[in-house]
């Protein structure tokens, strides 16, 4: 079966700019998780989604950040406006299915300069 | 969730077995352990996981210790392949609220020829 895809895998921004950031899960999966990975730290849970309803979204920093998952299937992360601090690996993850694990993508590197 | 306790790094021998230590003293008795690992440049991947007894699969095997405060993972035949992070993760069972998986810093695993 197909992974979860994301994209894009790499992005180079300023300060102040706005980026926006594309998941699509494996099919089937109900549940859906974006993590934040800064350089030598393991990831840490931005949100969760449950279809296209919020589970658990207390870390995300919602001054900058936001994430939609419309139609319970896709989902984007976008920050704006951005901060040097949010150059991370920004890693998307979907579950729910009889295994119930979670499984990742590649992740997107974002660099803020 | 409970946290964990990982050695920061490892080294071992091409073919000989890896064991990986993980401290939980704090875990509840509903809470699992998990264990996924992070290749260079990928997103983490579900490697094991069990509640009191021993678990083995295609990857690996955990042993979890009888009063459930300390688990090891063996990679019976490492392989260059698996130089990567390990994270120990503990957390309650998939119908508790959130499912999220909580990432301490890993154990990083240097296999060598």
């Known amino acids: 079966e197909a992974g979860v895809a994301q994209s894009p895998r790499y992005k180079i921004i300023e300060k102040r700019q706005s980026v926006a950031f594309w998941c699509n899960p494996i099919?089937?999966?109900?549940?859906l998780y974006w993590y934040q990975q800064i350089l030598g730290q393991g990831p840490k849970l931005l949100i969760q989604?449950?279809?296209?309803?919020?589970?658990?979204d207390s870390q995300l920093p919602k001054d900058r950040f936001s994430a939609e998952r419309l139609k319970g299937v896709d989902s984007t992360l976008k920050i704006q406006p951005a901060k040097l601090e949010d150059s991370a690996v920004y890693l998307c993850a979907s579950g729910g299915g009889t295994d119930r694990e979670q499984y990742f993508g590649p992740g997107t590197r974002l660099t803020v300069t | 969730d409970a946290k964990t306790t990982q050695p920061p790094s490892m080294d071992c021998a091409e073919g000989r077995a890896a064991n990986l230590p993980c401290n939980h003293s704090?875990?509840?008795?509903?809470?699992?352990v998990y264990w996924y690992r992070q290749i260079h440049s990928q997103g983490p991947q579900y490697i094991i996981h069990g509640l009191k007894n021993n678990e083995t699969n295609e990857m690996a095997s955990l042993i979890i210790t009888e009063d459930r405060k300390s688990s090891t993972l063996i990679l019976p035949h490492a392989t260059l392949r698996d130089t990567a992070v390990y994270y120990c993760i503990v957390r309650a069972g998939y119908n508790n609220a959130g499912n999220m998986l909580t990432f301490g810093g890993g154990t990083r695993l240097m296999v060598k020829p």
């Open positions: 099919s089937g999966h109900a549940t």
């Open positions: 704090t875990i509840s008795g509903n809470e699992y």
């Open positions: 989604f449950q279809n296209n309803g919020v589970v658990d």
